[in-house]
């Protein structure tokens, strides 16, 4: 399927969710990317069409898993530590 338009953020996803099988497709009017069950046809869930966040994949993957849909498995958050890591230190 092709997901012209789709950020570079959220492709993997979409894409790893239509191999699995599942019906992907552009809501009209919403920006947001229709998952569906394609055996009955029941909506599953919504994912953005151009999120605005680093962190839209494993955002999108806790959407999938909540839907019951195996998520992309390389696609981790930072953690908080590893955040810290590379703030800079503010000068007082």
């Known amino acids: ?4 338009g789709a950020s570079a953020t959220i492709r993997p996803v979409l894409q790893h969710v239509a191999a699995q099988g599942y019906v992907v497709e552009l809501a009209a009017g ?3 990317w229709k998952v569906s069950d394609p055996r009955t046809g029941a909506f599953l869930c919504a994912l ?6 680093r962190q839209a994949a494993a955002r999108a993957n806790a959407v999938l898993r ?8 390389d696609v ?3 953690t908080k530590q590893s955040r ?3 703030l800079r230190p503010v000068a007082q």
């Open 66 to 73: 909540r839907a019951g849909i195996d998520p992309r498995p």
């Open 84 to 86: 810290a890591s590379t």
């Open 76 to 78: 981790h958050a930072k």
């Open 1 to 4: 399927m092709n997901f012209r």
């Open 30 to 32: 919403s920006g947001h």
């Open 48 to 53: 953005p069409h151009t999120p605005s966040s």
